[in-house]
Structures are given as structure tokens and as C-alpha cells.
């Protein structure tokens, strides 16, 4: 059982904008930075946004984050097929004394 | 150019122990906190235990306490994961990641800016 719910599965069409929900609480996203990270299998992890909603480097401005209370979501715009990939959404959790993160989302085009 | 290469993973079995090492380089190693995270075949990633820039402050998952250590030697930069009481489900594979430098918490973790390539920990008889 995960502290940070992602919906298991997701998917869109080339061009096209969707989100990712990330849903915590009071002791993880309520009070600490949310981070997103791609993962291709296969490949090493990729970060994708920090502190709630802030792109490295590199990493292409179709991708966006926000957070609001306990629940965070990542925006892809703009629909590519090597948008295909796990994504994940993580935060420090108080209670746990632990860096925790969500069940990853699939994602398809 | 930052580079993170994992060794010492492998078999081995269950109630056996390995070390982990994760050689870094093209950065400051003694400033930055450094990470483990895993994943087991068909599951998702776990953070496992990090360690501040000094080696001054640890934090670890529950599933690993008591018996995974982290450690660092900065003269050689290098952090390295003791893994003892090996258990199947530790069977992942292991990567090592550096913590970003962006408003870290407790010194410890963060943003995992970049990650090395993995290496498998396979526990079996």
C-alpha cells in the first residue's frame, strides 16, 4: 500500500494535454516539495520537475507541475509517442521518516 | 559531466549479505547528498536510504532497517549500500542517485537529479 495514490494507467493521443494526479497528505505533499520522474524500463530514471514545479535542464517545457494542499498532478502537453513511459511522483513523509513514492502511473500514447 | 556507476551487485542467497558501491564523478561529491532506490521486477520504485554530503546524517526505508547500512568515503567518492540478511524480496535492481542541490530535506534527500545505470540484486537459493 503506497502513501502517494497515482492512477495505474493512463493515455492520450499525439498533441494532446493530459495530467497525472498525485494524492497524499498532511504529513508527505501537505508539507514537503513534490517531485516527478520518468522512467522508460530498461533505462535509469529521469527527473522530470522539482519542488512542486520546476523543470531541470533539459527537460522540454511540454512537461509542468503544480501542487495544491495534499495532491500534486504533472502536465504533459503537446503528445509525443517517446512521452511513453512510468511516471512517478514522490515527497519526504514526516511520519515515516522516509522519502516515499507513488505506485507510478503507465503511461501510452 | 556527471556519472554514477553502480558494481557489486549479483546472486546470492537468502540470509547473505553484499555491498553495493556507487563511484561518482564530474561533481562535487562531498556537497551532495546521496541516495539508493530500487525496483523490484514488476513493481515500482522504492527509495531505499540516503545520506547527507558529511555522512552526518542517514535516514532509511522501514523494509531495510536493521539490516541494509549506506556509507560514503569522500576521499574516493564513493557511496556504498551494506545489504546483510538478504531476503528474496530485496531481489531489484539498485540504483544509486544524486540528490539535487535545491532545498534538501534534513540534508538527506531531495531532488534525484541524476541516476546511475543500476545494478541487480538477485536473493534465491
Known sequence: QTVLTQPPSASGTPGQRVTISCSGSGSNIGSHPIYWYQHVPGTSPKLLIYNNDLRPSGVPDRFSG?????????AISGLQSDDEAD???AAWDDSLEAYVFGGGTTFTV | EVQLLESGGGLVQPGGSLRLSCAASGFTFSNSAMTWVRQAPGKGLEWVSGISGNGGSIYAADSVKGRFTISRDNSKNTVYLQMNNLRAEDTAVYYCAKVGPFLTILGVV???????????VSVSS
Open chain 1, 87 to 89: 511516471y512517478y511522483c
Open chain 1, 66 to 74: 503544480s501542487k495544491s494542499g495534499t495532491s500534486g498532478s504533472l
Open chain 2, 110 to 120: 531531495g531532488s534525484f537529479d541524476h541516476w546511475g545505470q543500476g545494478s541487480l
